[in-house]
């Protein structure tokens, strides 16, 4: 160490400089402090293309989703957070349909497979919303018309 | 009534002085804590918390220190089982009223003549006003020893002992640092000390006892138990040293006392090195000479220098909050070092040589020779 370590001041009075050139730097250049200011200030997501927000459903060129209720989806979700009930479809070349499509963002871990495993292409993650909160556990179960209209 | 305050006017303003003053060094305790937040915000590149609002008024989050005091105030009473009943609660108290009470010295404006009567602008003239209020300011190691010993707990009986350690060894120093001032200024009482300190800006502490105004800065840190020197705390080996039992209000009294015993070492600064209540170059005379003499000349005359006086006191204070976002803390051994073998040599030897200077500058004059009685 060097005499101006040894006696501290000099070494305190640098770092004092320091600490003072960032201040006045961050109080007059508010504007571009490294900070968003989240709720107010969004960032744009630069997302990767495969990454997983929240879920939506799919609809045919008639407006009836795609779902066909085969379960795989709720089969393959290790959280076990989809729950289907299925009813016969109206249309003579589709069996079933779903009646409830529930998905419980509470228990969802975001994990894909429900995606991975759907043969029809009718769920999808890829709305890019990540902001999933709300005050009440119910509201936090997405029912079909939530889904299909993401 | 009027009558009544014509009459007894040194009474209502001694009621007034008491009163007023340990309100006033309360409410800095905010404002410390808004700027200390906010400052390390912008040092470290934050924003800091500047969120809370009330109907949409943010006040840079000086509601953020607000929320702070009803959250203390409103949590549960929490005594640790086998805490002293009675020292448990009386330790934050013994903390408090130090802070408060060493600033009743302190001189903050030039004293008032209201109605033939002079009334010093100074919570309690005394004999010995120094000496008083380092008597007094060291009476905050028995909160923090006694803080300590009633929490039964391991934790803050060592992070107690380690400050009183820290408090007493750096009060030797402090004694010894003001010395050279005293010798210098002739006199024990703050307000004879600032007057000394009138006019020119060399006239002050800081150029005529330079090293022993750095030292006693930097043991003032340390008497403030504040960065680099707050080894009463310390997360890793001490919890939170001797306050790691206590919550609510009981805590919020020592983080109080903390800031207020800044406060009180700023003001012991400002008094003894940087003029007081002085306005370089403008003496009391002068302000006087422009304001005039009656009531309302005086109080201008003592607004200025309160504005003076809360402006040095108020740079201190921020010196307080930059060094702590600017160095890291030193090692207990270091501190002990530091206090025993640099700082009270250092205060011996600014002693001895500003005595030998002072008796070949003035060994003619007849007011400070050997028949000197002050």
Not at chain 1, 35 to 42: A, L, M, R
Not at chain 1, 64 to 74: G, K, S
Not at chain 1, 88 to 110: A, H, Q, Y
Request: net charge neutral; hydrophobic share 50%.
């Amino acid at each position: 160490m060097g005499l101006s370590e040894d006696l501290y001041l000099p070494e305190t009075a640098k770092a004092l400089g320091i600490t003072l050139r960032h201040l006045v730097t961050n109080l007059t250049h508010q504007s571009e402090m490294p900070t968003i200011n989240y709720p107010d200030v969004k960032r744009p997501l630069n997302a990767p293309e495969r990454y997983r927000g929240r879920h939506r459903l799919l609809k045919r060129e008639d407006g009836t989703p795609r779902c066909v209720a085969c379960m795989l989806c709720a089969t393959a979700c290790p959280a076990v957070c989809i729950h289907i009930e299925a009813e016969e479809s109206p249309t003579k070349t589709i069996e079933k349909r779903p009646m409830k499509f529930d998905i419980d963002m509470l228990r969802c871990v975001f994990c894909g497979l429900c995606v991975e495993a759907c043969p029809c292409d009718a769920i999808r993650m890829d709305t890019g919303k990540y902001e999933l909160a709300d005050t009440s556990r119910k509201s936090m179960i997405f029912d079909i018309d939530t889904l299909l209209n993401h | 009534m009027e009558d009544f305050l014509r009459q007894n006017i040194v009474l209502v303003s001694t009621l007034a002085k008491a009163i007023v003053v340990p309100i006033a060094i309360m409410n800095v305790v905010p404002f410390m804590v808004l700027l200390e937040r906010r400052g390390s915000a912008f040092i470290q590149d934050r924003r800091g918390p500047e969120r809370a609002s009330i109907f949409g008024i943010r006040m840079f989050g000086l509601w953020h220190t607000i929320a702070d005091a009803m959250k203390f105030i409103t949590k549960e009473k929490v005594v640790p089982a086998g805490a002293h009943p009675v020292f448990f609660y009386m330790a934050p108290a013994l903390l408090l009223i130090p802070a408060i009470g060493a600033f009743a010295g302190v001189p903050f404006a030039a004293d008032v003549t209201i109605a033939g009567e002079t009334i010093p602008l100074q919570v309690a003239r005394l004999d010995a006003g120094i000496l008083y209020a380092f008597g007094v300011a060291s009476l905050g190691v028995l909160g923090i020893a006694l803080a300590g010993w009633a929490s039964n707990n391991k934790f803050s009986l060592l992070g107690s002992l380690r400050s009183a350690s820290q408090m007493l060894s750096y009060e030797v120093s402090m004694g010894l640092t003001i010395m050279g001032v005293l010798l210098i200024y002739q006199s024990l009482r703050p307000e004879v000390i600032v007057q000394a300190q009138a006019g020119p800006i060399w006239k002050w502490g800081i150029f005529v006892q330079p090293v022993g105004a750095v030292l006693f800065l930097v043991v003032g840190f340390a008497e403030a138990n504040r960065l680099p020197f707050d080894l009463p705390e310390g997360d890793s080996e001490l919890v939170a040293g001797y306050h790691t039992e206590y919550s609510g209000m009981k805590f919020a009294i020592f983080f109080m006392s903390e800031y207020m015993s800044m406060v009180t070492i700023s003001a012991m600064v400002t008094t003894l090195f940087l003029g007081g209540w002085q306005i370089p170059f403008v003496t009391t005379e002068r302000l006087h000479g422009w304001f005039g003499t009656d009531v309302a000349g005086q109080a201008l005359t003592a607004l200025c220098q309160v504005t003076s006086f809360a402006a040095k006191v108020g740079s201190l204070l921020w010196l307080f909050v930059w060094v702590r976002w600017t160095q890291a803390r030193f090692r207990f051994d270091q501190l002990m070092k530091l206090g025993w073998r640099t700082m009270l040599p250092l205060a011996l030897l600014n002693l001895i040589v500003t005595a030998a200077v002072m008796l070949v500058i003035w060994k003619d004059d007849p007011r400070f020779g050997l028949g000197f009685t002050g």
